[in-house]
């Protein structure tokens, strides 16, 4: 008799809480039983995970695939590609964001992103909203009832032209989201800041891709953090402060959260693994590492990862922003000159979030495999209201299993990768432990060099309140 569609036998099973041995039994796409020693006579079909690590499948909590354009260049992945690198990486779930383009209706946002991923992602996924244009329409009505459909965050962003939001607007976001139950996610940077500062450097024509850094300097981040800290504490709801990227943003959400503030914040591996030395390289080189906000000082990432390591961060997000440095639609082309507020900002990394991670948190020693497990699944499920179905290995949840082999080591060239783009910012670098398996609702969509589901086997995700919001709520 079978009672199982698959078994994962031999396994050593790690979840936020803890590590075990045990074999994961699988029936209609859900996990049914952890079991000491399973009869395999009972199983369709088995995969053998000795000498594997058998993790919650990651949960990517913040890209951007498929959307408009951030200053010119054309963002180079679909949703057949974007999450296609997201598999190959470990992570089985993503939640890019459907972009409200002013004077667009946020319903209308949400259905065109629907239409770009129907069919093509491999990963199950939601959407964040951006609310770049809440006007009373937006925020009486088609607000409130996207949340109760499952689109239960969204992004509001402090600078860019067409999506910065004045500080009056994002009270009036952050009261609906309080009144229904919405987690509001911001993307802290003085935008005055910024543009005061370009203004200088480009009068001394002083344009190249290192000015991104002094423009889009840790001041304007930092007070930008602290001004969000103050929404949020004025209107008495939660915030997430999105891609943090200084240690003197992170010592803002230190305070805010030693306070008992409701303040939660993700940082990103270009701020754990680059500085201001990769985009000062000469020509367009340093231009491939240009992303808003930009990595820091050589001395920064110490800093933060003091903060994943204190608990100040909840996740680590990849914020993959991909484009192209060459052809058409290129950053390149795109720019037209080596000009740093020219060229588009944003990086790829969804592919290579998880093994830096391991590889620079877990085999380094700078963090356990429960917090690796929970900076990149299970706190994304919590907080993005996908948990206890994703996130986790536990009997009832999604067979999202990401299936990993610790000791293989390899080095990072984008001819190895996935997404659409040319190139990674970590070309060369070399990293220890590596997924060699992804399984999402217990189909294996990837194995080790082959793709082993069709295009389109992700499913939408109706997504709850934020654990953020429930919490804040008690
Ligand atoms: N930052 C980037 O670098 N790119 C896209 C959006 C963002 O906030
Ligand atoms: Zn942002
Ligand atoms: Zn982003």
Redesign the pocket.
Known sequence: MVEYDLLVKNGTVVTAADTFHADVAIRDGRIIALLDDADVGLADSVIDATDRLVLPGGIEGHC?IDEPS?GGAKLADDFESGSRAAVCGGTTTIIPFAQQIEGMSLRQAVDDYHTKAAGKSVADYGFHLILSDPNEQVLGQELPALIADGYTSFKV?MT?DGLRLEDMQILDVLATAKAHQGFVMI?CENDHCIRWLAEQLERKDDIGPERFGVAHGPAAEREATHRAITLSEVVDTPVFI??VSSHQAMEQIAWARSRGMPIHAETCPQYLFLSTDDFSQPGWEGAKY????PPRDPDNPDHLWRGIQNGIFQLISS?H?PYRMEGPGGRIESAGELHFHKI????PGIETRLPLMFSEGVVKGRIDLQTFVAITATNAAKLYGLHPRKGTIAVGADADLALWDAERTVTLEHAMLHDNGDYTPYEGREITGWPVLSMVRGTVVWNDGEFTAPTGHGEFLHRGISSAVSTAAA
């Open positions: 951007h951030f962003y860019y993307h999105v891609h240009i992303c808003s906000p914020d922003c588009s900002p944003g990086l």
